[in-house]
């Protein structure tokens, strides 16, 4: 026998026979899995949820920036500024912990147009 947790001391999945186990409610098989709990046996743990990415459309992400920040940004010369601009205004939605965006800030912090802390405040989900 080889079980897995759905949901800790609640629910548990019989992985043999693709069956869940309300764990405790008197049935044959819930009685089975008391048993085998009681000969030192433990469940594999339950499967983690990814965590979901925080994403906000295009125009919540610019609105995060003060109107001078976004001026700034679309006035600089800077042809990765410019890019990582048009980027996000092309984008239908802007993952937070995306790679991409995550760089192109960092590029904001190093050219100056952005401090750390408006950095760090922009990406607080």
Not at 64 to 69: L, V
Not at 88 to 96: G, R, T, V
Request: proline share 3%; charged share 25%.
């Amino acid at each position: 026998m080889k079980y897995k947790w759905i949901e800790e001391n609640e629910l548990v999945l019989d992985i043999e026979k693709q069956t869940t186990i309300p764990v405790g409610n008197g049935t044959a098989a819930a009685i089975e899995f008391a048993a085998w709990l009681a000969e030192g046996n433990v469940p594999d743990a339950a499967d983690v949820e990814p965590e979901q990415p925080v994403t906000c459309s295009s125009y919540e992400f610019l609105q995060r920036f003060t109107q001078a920040e976004r001026i700034a940004i679309e006035a600089s010369e800077d042809v990765c500024i410019k890019d990582f601009a048009s980027l996000l205004k092309a984008a239908q939605e802007i993952d937070f912990d995306d790679v991409n965006t995550l760089a192109g800030m960092a590029y904001l912090v190093s050219l100056g147009l952005l401090t750390e802390e408006r950095k760090n405040e922009i990406l607080t989900h």
